[in-house]
C-alpha cells in the first residue's frame, strides 16, 4: 500500500441512527447474480437503499448534493454474505473481538457476518442470541447475525430451543467445529428444525475417523511423519446426514465439503430433490496439501487441504452450481495455540479481509466466472438463511462492495485487521483489492483510492 494512502473506516453508530448523504456510482461494472445482471451502468443509494440502478444511469444523472463517485469501470457488487465466521467474542477476546471482525470484514467487503456459537459461554439460548446481537449493534460496523448452537454446550447430546431462538433472530443452528455423532440426535434436530423452516447447518466429519489424524491422508503426509485423516471421515458423515435428511426432512447445509468423493454424494442428493446446500472454504478451493510445505501450522485446518485432484473437483463443481456458498472459515487463533509443532497446533486460520481477492484467483486462472463468485460469495447465502442482502434490486438494503479485480498487492499479516494473524496467505500475491464498502448507505471501508 502506498505510504500517503491509508484506508479508513466507518464510524461504529448503528447504521440507521442518522440520516446519510446519497451516494451515487458510475461508470462501474454491475454484477448482480440475483438478477443476471454484468453491464455497465450506475447505482443511486439514498436513506440506506438502493433507489435505482441500470446502464442509464451516468454522472449528471444524481440528486443534488450526492457523493459522486466515478468507478473507473472497477466492480460493484452486492457486499458478501459470510456464512462461517468465528468472533471468538465471548469468552476469546485475545484472539477476536466482533469490532475487530466486523473491520476485517469491512476490509474484505463482507457486509454481513455469520458468527458461529462457538463461544464461551456458547450461544445456546435466548439470552445469548441477545447479548451478541447488542453487542454487535454497540460495536461492529458490518451486519452480524448469529447462528444457535444446535446441541446445549454444542455437547452432540441436549438439543436446544430451536424455535425460541429462531424468534430472537438465530438464521441457522449449528454444533460449529464439532459433529453430531449420535445419529438419533441428529435426526431429532432435523425433525423438529422442520416445524420452524430452520436450517441446519453442520461440520460433516466423522471425529473417530478423524481419530489422531492432522493432515489429508496420502502420500505428502506420509513424506511428512504425520498422521492423516480419510476422505471418508467426510463421506461417512455426509452419507449418514442426508439419509437422516430424506428420513425426517428438513433443511440441511454441508458447512465445508473437502473432497471430491463427497461432490458424488451431494449430487445424488440434489437430483433426489432433498432440500440441501453446501458450502466450501476458501482455503480448500485455492490451497492444497503440498502447500503446508515446512510444517506451516497456519495451513493446519479443519477440514484439512486436500489434494490437488480434489481441490479442482470443488473448483469444476462451485462453477457448475452443485456447491453453493464460499465461506471464509475465519477462525483467529492467537501464538499460544499456533505456535507448537504443526501435529500439536490448534486449527483455524483468519479469512474475512482474505476471502474475495482469494476466490478472485479463481476468476483470473478463468476456472470460474466472476459473476458466480459473487453469487456464492453474496446472493445464494444470503438465499439460504432468508436475508434480504446480496442484490442490487431497487428496494434493497444498500449493502454493496466496490473492488478493482486487477490490483496487484501482497498480504501482509501485521497490515491485517484481526487481532489473530494466522492468515493462510501470509506474503501471497494477490490481484484485487476491495476499494470501498458499504452497510445500509453508509461507507464502513474506504481505500482511500477515490
Not at 441428529?186 to 423452516?197: K, S, V
Not at 473417530?208 to 505428502?220: K, P
Not at 499456533?338 to 476468476?363: M, Q
Amino acid at each position: 500500500m502506498p505510504t500517503d494512502q491509508k484506508p479508513t473506516w466507518g464510524s461504529p453508530e448503528r447504521f440507521e441512527r442518522e440520516r446519510v448523504r446519497p451516494i451515487g456510482f458510475h461508470n462501474v461494472r454491475l454484477i448482480d447474480p440475483a438478477n443476471g445482471r454484468d453491464e455497465t451502468g450506475g447505482l443511486l443509494i439514498d436513506e440506506g437503499k438502493i433507489a435505482d440502478v441500470g446502464p442509464h444511469l451516468t454522472a449528471d444523472a444524481f440528486p443534488e448534493g450526492a457523493e459522486v463517485i466515478d468507478g473507473g469501470g472497477n466492480v460493484l457488487a452486492p457486499g458478501l454474505v459470510d456464512m462461517q465466521v468465528f468472533t471468538g467474542e465471548p469468552g476469546y477476546e485475545h484472539r477476536e473481538t466482533i469490532a475487530s471482525a466486523s473491520r476485517a470484514a469491512a476490509a474484505g467487503g463482507v457486509t454481513t457476518m455469520i458468527c458461529m456459537p462457538d463461544t464461551n459461554p456458547v450461544i445456546h439460548d435466548v439470552a445469548m442470541v441477545d447479548y451478541v446481537q447488542r453487542l454487535a449493534r454497540d460495536t461492529a460496523i458490518v451486519r452480524l447475525a448469529p447462528m444457535g448452537a444446535l446441541t446445549r454446550d454444542l455437547a452432540g447430546n441436549e438439543m436446544t430451543e430451536i424455535g425460541l431462538m429462531s424468534e430472537a433472530g438465530a438464521v441457522a443452528f449449528t454444533n460449529g467445529r464439532k459433529a453430531i455423532t449420535n445419529a438419533q440426535t441428529m435426526r431429532r434436530a432435523l425433525t423438529y428444525a422442520r416445524d420452524f423452516d430452520a436450517l441446519i447447518v453442520h461440520h460433516a466429519e466423522d471425529p473417530d475417523l478423524v481419530g489422531e489424524g492432522v493432515m489429508h491422508e496420502g502420500e505428502t503426509a506420509t513424506r511428512l511423519g504425520l498422521k492423516g485423516i480419510p476422505a471418508e471421515a467426510e463421506t461417512v458423515m455426509l452419507s449418514r446426514d442426508l439419509k437422516l435428511v430424506g428420513l425426517a426432512g428438513g433443511r440441511y447445509h454441508a458447512a465445508q465439503l473437502s473432497t471430491a468423493r463427497a461432490l458424488t454424494t451431494l449430487r445424488r442428493a440434489k437430483e433426489r430433490g432433498l432440500p440441501v446446500t453446501a458450502g466450501v472454504s476458501i482455503n480448500n478451493l485455492t490451497l492444497n496439501e503440498n502447500d503446508i510445505g515446512t510444517y506451516r501450522t497456519f495451513l493446519k485446518l479443519s477440514p484439512p487441504l486436500r489434494s490437488e485432484d480434489d481441490r479442482m473437483a470443488l473448483v469444476g463443481a462451485l462453477a457448475d452450481g452443485l456447491i453453493d456458498v464460499i465461506v471464509s472459515s475465519h477462525d483467529p487463533q492467537d501464538v499460544e495455540t499456533k505456535r507448537h509443532p504443526f501435529a500439536d497446533s490448534e486449527d483455524g486460520a483468519i479469512g474475512l479481509e482474505t476471502l474475495l481477492v482469494a476466490a478472485l484467483r479463481l476468476h483470473h486462472s478463468g476456472d470460474v466466472p466472476l459473476i458466480r463468485l459473487i453469487d456464492a460469495m453474496s446472493t445464494r447465502p444470503a438465499a439460504i438463511l432468508g436475508l434480504e442482502s446480496g442484490s442490487l434490486e431497487a428496494g434493497r438494503p444498500a449493502d454493496l462492495v466496490f473492488f478493482d479485480p486487477d490490483m496487484p498487492w501482497i498480504v501482509n499479516a501485521e497490515e491485517l485487521s484481526s487481532l489473530s494473524k494466522n492468515t493462510p496467505f501470509e506474503d501471497a500475491r494477490m490481484q484485487g483489492r476491495v476499494l470501498r464498502t458499504i452497510v445500509a448507505g453508509r461507507t464502513v471501508y474506504d481505500y482511500g483510492l477515490h
